[in-house]
């Protein structure tokens, strides 16, 4: 697909959100990412599967920005090159990460990190900060929408959380801070099957023609409820097969072994 034929599934004349071109990521000597090419356009759901190792959580820390890899290749977001952009700037362009393992952060109050993180896309975007009661009216909304209890908030970030909790969170997250592009890395591994309705209702309510999701993931499951528009396969390093949905189903019998 070039720019010129862009348009998504919507028909609507677009242009390419993010336009990976031959990435390379190298990190302690390990080269992880081995020319891989990828082109997301506003609207589309692309889900990444594929063996342990094979560099699905590079991938997302070198999008969002991760210090410590050394990259080659280029990958540009919105028509301009992301690679000089530090993880903060990232975010303030609407590039959000849900981690495999959200980080616990003892001292760190919840609503307070959620207000901070999302007073500081505003001021970026040039928008007034909320205040407290502005934020917490907000917050408590999109909590019962994802069925958290109001006491997580006040709670510490993440500390003591179950699994599903701190997945949870990191939805509530990116339903707050409103990301163009939403990178969600196993955010289905460690939930059980409510928790999982929770969150691809989630996703689903928040898809809309103008952002766009990358999911990560190891299994079909998650994708019985988000449909993705593609699928890729990566292995090694590299993105070994595309296509659509049917493809996650069929992955789901037969493996990755014959694709490598
Ligand atoms: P996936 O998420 O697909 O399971 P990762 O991207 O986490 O895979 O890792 C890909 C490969 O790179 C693995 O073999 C992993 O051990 C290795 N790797 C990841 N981070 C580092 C690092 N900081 N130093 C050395 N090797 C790493
Ligand atoms: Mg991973």
């Given at each position: 697909r070039s720019s010129k034929t862009c348009c998504n599934q919507f028909?609507?004349?677009?242009?390419?959100?993010?336009?990976?071109k031959n990435l390379e990521a190298t990190i302690d000597n390990k080269h992880i990412l081995r020319g891989?090419?990828?082109?997301?356009?506003p609207g589309e759901v692309h889900a990444i599967m594929g063996p342990n190792g094979s560099g699905k959580s590079t991938l997302a820390n070198v999008l969002s920005g991760k210090n410590g890899y050394e990259i080659k290749g280029d990958?540009?977001?919105?028509?301009?090159?992301l690679n000089e952009l530090s993880t903060e700037e990232r975010a303030q362009k609407g590039i959000f990460l849900a981690f495999q393992y959200p980080l616990e952060i003892p001292g760190v109050n919840t609503n307070i990190f959620l207000k901070t993180s999302l007073n500081a896309i505003r001021k970026a975007k040039g928008?007034?900060?909320l205040d407290t009661?502005?934020?917490l009216?907000?917050?408590?909304?999109?909590?019962?929408?994802?069925?958290?209890?109001?006491k997580f908030l006040s709670r510490q970030l993440n500390v003591g959380f179950s699994g599903g909790e701190k997945k949870k969170n990191e939805i509530l997250q990116m339903?707050?801070?409103q990301p163009k592009l939403s990178i969600l890395d196993e955010?289905?591994?460690?939930?059980?099957?409510d928790a999982l309705r929770i969150v691809a209702d989630g996703v689903n309510s928040y898809k809309n023609k103008d952002n766009a999701f990358l999911i990560i993931t190891h299994y079909q499951r998650l994708l019985d409820y988000i449909k993705p528009d593609f699928i890729h396969v990566l292995s090694k390093g590299k993105i070994v097969k595309t296509g659509n949905a049917e493809l996650g189903i069929e992955l789901e019998k037969t493996g990755y072994s014959n694709l490598a």
């Open positions: 028909g609507r004349q677009c242009w390419i959100m993010l336009n990976i891989l090419n990828l082109d997301i356009m990958i540009s977001y919105n028509g301009k090159s928008e007034k900060e009661l502005t934020f009216k907000l917050i408590k909304e999109k909590a019962l929408e994802l069925g958290i209890d109001e339903k707050l801070l955010t289905d591994s460690g939930l059980d099957i």
